[in-house]
């Protein structure tokens, strides 16, 4: 029961504490999109079962591989301003790398 309250708890409640870093004028778009990037799980539903509590959805499943995970920290780190992104392109990064550190940690330190 534990292992179930602290992965949605870091799903769905440290997003709130994340959405302070983009400042008070943005805390709550910031929510909703950090929210957003839990919509990749969604590949999970192209592989059977879809869920096995003996798989590790990192390195598995097509939007949770490692290449897909460098993207991801590279959104985190791309110079916003010089290419003339908009400011939520690093929400989504930082949402997607979290989700990402959020299901290893399921997986790895609850066995």
């Known amino acids: 029961m534990l292992r179930g309250i602290i992965h949605y708890g870091l799903h769905f409640i440290a997003p709130y504490f994340i959405a302070y870093l983009w400042g008070r004028s ?3 778009k910031a929510y909703f999109i950090l929210l957003a990037t839990m919509l990749v799980d969604l590949d999970h539903l192209l592989v059977r079962p879809i869920f096995d509590p003996n798989r590790c959805s990192v390195g598995f499943h097509l939007l949770h591989s490692y290449p897909m995970i460098a993207l991801y920290a590279l959104l985190c780190i791309l110079p916003l301003r010089r290419l003339g992104l908009p400011w939520w392109v690093r929400v989504v990064g930082v949402g997607l790398l979290f ?8 997986f790895y330190l609850w066995r």
């Open 26 to 28: 943005r805390q709550v």
């Open 99 to 106: 989700h990402m550190v959020t299901d290893w940690q399921d």
